[in-house]
């Protein structure tokens, strides 16, 4: 999933660097943490409680976003020194897509063919959108915005990205055509924050975090026909960064609830809440 616009980014060749000691599973559940020491990119099988460190590096490795057959990994690294976009098997070796040594390219998100990937960068010194081929090749822009543009999201059939950038002096939710036209906002406010979209696997809804409700972020559902707004996550600390499980009928989502950064899951109405991870550590960024 991509990074929060505001939050996170506050905080070529072929090139492969590092591997699993055991292959992952494409049922997995993907997050970044700490709990080795630097940020890594960690799956986890949630019901067997396992958990294998997929980038081991001791540079920051982000923003993981798994592709549609579940078995390779797109995510951004400071390992060579400067933001740039890897892709990785889950059975581990890195591959490296974007070299811009002055710039930082982030936010990978893959198209549902698997034969695309959106990111953000700020190549040209504003964060745009960008369309690449899965192998790094054939680099175009999608955004022309002058408040920049963050955290691409797909819709399931490809037609269209979901994306954040600045509106009305703050940052709200747009849609755009996968063909970089009919950019506008689905969800915005002066007064609130809308972050982190991601698309229900019906194309109809899109999960939010905003703090239009409280001073802190919570977890809200937009149906895309409608506008409707429905707020899901009524906790006292910072819920973000929601996706969704495959069949539509849970969200991930990062909480915390608990004094530090863990990994919850609940009903798509937002019942049933449940904390998946439960360490010391930060662990954050669902995928």
Request: overall charge negative; hydrophobic content about 40%; charged content about 20%.
């Amino acid at each position: 999933m991509a990074l929060p616009f505001g939050i996170a980014l506050l905080c070529g060749s072929a090139i492969v660097i590092g591997r699993a000691s055991q292959p992952a599973r494409a049922s997995d559940v993907l997050f970044l943490s700490n709990r080795y020491g630097s940020e890594d990119i960690i799956a986890s099988d949630i019901g067997r409680g396992l958990t294998i460190n997929l980038t081991r590096t001791p540079s920051w490795d982000g923003a993981p976003n798994r592709s549609p057959d579940g078995l390779r990994l797109a995510f951004a690294s400071l390992r060579d020194g400067d933001m740039e976009i890897y892709v990785m098997a889950l059975d581990g070796g890195a591959r490296q897509l974007t070299n811009n040594v002055s710039f930082r390219d982030s936010d990978p998100a893959w198209s549902p063919d698997g034969a695309q990937i959106a990111f953000a960068s700020d190549r040209t010194r504003e964060w745009e959108l960008y369309l690449m081929d899965d192998d790094g090749e054939n680099v175009r822009a999608l955004t022309h915005a002058s408040g920049g543009s963050q955290s691409p999201a797909w819709s399931p059939d490809g037609s269209q990205i979901a994306y954040v950038s600045y509106y009305r002096g703050n940052a709200a939710v747009f849609i755009i055509n996968a063909d970089g036209t009919d950019a506008h906002p689905v969800a915005f406010s002066g007064r609130a924050r809308f972050l982190a979209p991601a698309w229900s696997p019906d194309g109809s809804r899109l999960t939010l975090a905003s703090d239009q409700d409280s001073r802190d972020f919570e977890i809200y559902l937009l149906d895309i026909a409608t506008g409707a707004l429905t707020r899901l996550t009524t906790s006292l600390y910072m819920d973000t960064n929601p996706t969704w499980t495959a069949d539509g009928a849970q969200i991930l989502f990062e909480s915390w609830r608990d004094g530090n950064p863990e990994i919850y899951l609940m009903d798509a109405d937002g019942a049933n809440v449940a904390r998946v991870t439960n360490h010391a550590a930060r662990d954050s960024d669902p995928s």
